[in-house]
């Protein structure tokens, strides 16, 4: 845990994310584990312990070990915001006068294609591998099926309450990042799908769609155990997580012509930048059946 004083300032600004900015749970814990780290680090190796103590050395020397651990250089940048984010906010509060990551740059990040799986492998997926017909089974594929076709996060299918089903007008209202509101459009059969699995859910005091059979909310971690065992029965790609299913339906609505804004406001990303990182799919797509299909090639 971290020390007294800034444990104070940690939680002032935990509440403030969760309460103001609405903040998803998950998050919160990542910008807690990532704040009490370095208050930890700064106490350990310079015996200083307040927001207002810190200096942009103490912050270099703190990410200097943080490379020399091999921590990855998008772990690195996600700490830095959330020491960016935290001390905005004490600088919103007059705890301090100046923020010590004003001189602090972020390590550039290679830029990877996002990892997805095949359309015919999906197809396999969701017509020739079996799943029982018990209530966890049911949820299992369910899940799977909804990951896929509607591109949700996992927090958001997670939290998916059957009020934000729209069956009369096919669509989804789905509560993504900073409590934002996006519709996806679904089809008759996945609704359909939808409806008999929620009529035979057990009974449960939890609001959202999906439950275990003892009627409790689902566990991220057991849903990415279960997601990575099904994907590793029809794919070979190394990551095999509900995100891979994300980057899958957004791949494969750009590769069969959607446009890049449309996937962007699918996706409920904040910008199109975010969204550009299938476009390099598509065009990896685009050379495959150049070279198959030109004589020249």
Do not use: C
């Not at 799977?144 to 669509?171: C, F, H, P, V």
């Not at 459009?185 to 959202?208: C, Q």
């Amino acid at each position: 845990m971290s020390t007294s004083s800034s444990n104070t300032h940690i939680t002032s600004f935990l509440e403030y994310l969760k309460f103001e900015k609405r903040y998803s749970q998950h998050t919160i814990i990542s910008y807690q584990t990532d704040l009490e780290q370095f208050f930890e680090y700064a106490q350990k190796d310079f015996e200083t312990e307040h927001p207002k103590q810190i200096t942009s050395s103490m912050i270099r020397s703190w990410l200097a070990q943080l490379k020399e651990k091999d921590i990855t250089a998008k772990s690195i940048n996600r700490k830095i915001s959330s020491l960016k984010s935290f001390y905005k906010y004490q600088l919103k509060q007059g705890d301090v006068l100046a923020s010590p990551l004003t001189n602090i740059t972020s390590p550039k990040i290679s830029k990877r294609l996002p990892s997805y799986v095949e359309e015919k492998h999906l197809d396999t997926l969701f017509n020739h591998v079996e799943f029982a017909d018990t209530w966890e089974d049911k949820t299992k594929k369910m899940v799977l099926m909804l990951l896929y076709n509607t591109g949700m996060r996992l927090s958001e299918l997670i939290n998916l309450k059957e009020s934000q089903i729209d069956a009369s007008y096919k669509q989804i209202k789905v509560l993504g990042k900073g409590n934002k509101e996006r519709i996806i459009p679904v089809n008759d059969g996945l609704l359909n799908d939808l409806k008999i699995y929620i009529s035979e859910r057990p009974t449960t005091d939890v609001n959202n769609v999906f439950v275990t059979e003892k009627g409790t909310s689902l566990n991220p971690r057991y849903v990415y155990g279960f997601v990575r065992n099904y994907l590793s029965l029809v794919t070979t790609v190394k990551k095999k997580s509900p995100h891979v299913l994300r980057h899958s339906f957004a791949t494969h609505l750009m590769n069969n012509g959607a446009t890049l804004n449309a996937v962007k406001e699918l996706l409920g990303h904040s910008s199109l930048a975010a969204t550009q990182i299938y476009t390099h799919n598509t065009i990896e797509k685009l050379k495959e059946v150049f070279s198959k299909a030109h004589p020249k090639a």
